[in-house]
């Protein structure tokens, strides 16, 4: 569905599970509407920084 289908990507500068790369690479491959990477952010990132998180949802939502 990542071909066809809209997507907008969000993701923590931090992450020690997956390499800042490799999120990039998904964003850049899925050719994602918007991409945002969240500085000091780690993987929990809906709960460490929920206040961006719910922005870029509405942000993204507002696109559609």
Do not use: C, H
Request: aromatic share 10%; glycine share 2%.
């Amino acid at each position: 569905a990542w071909k066809t289908i809209p997507s907008w990507f969000i993701y923590p500068e931090l992450d020690l599970a997956i390499p800042t790369q490799t999120f990039r690479f998904m964003a850049e491959r899925a050719e994602a509407r918007s991409t945002v990477e969240v500085p000091g952010a780690s993987n929990a990132l809906a709960a460490s920084q929920p206040e961006v998180v719910a922005e870029f949802i509405l942000q993204a939502a507002a696109e559609l």
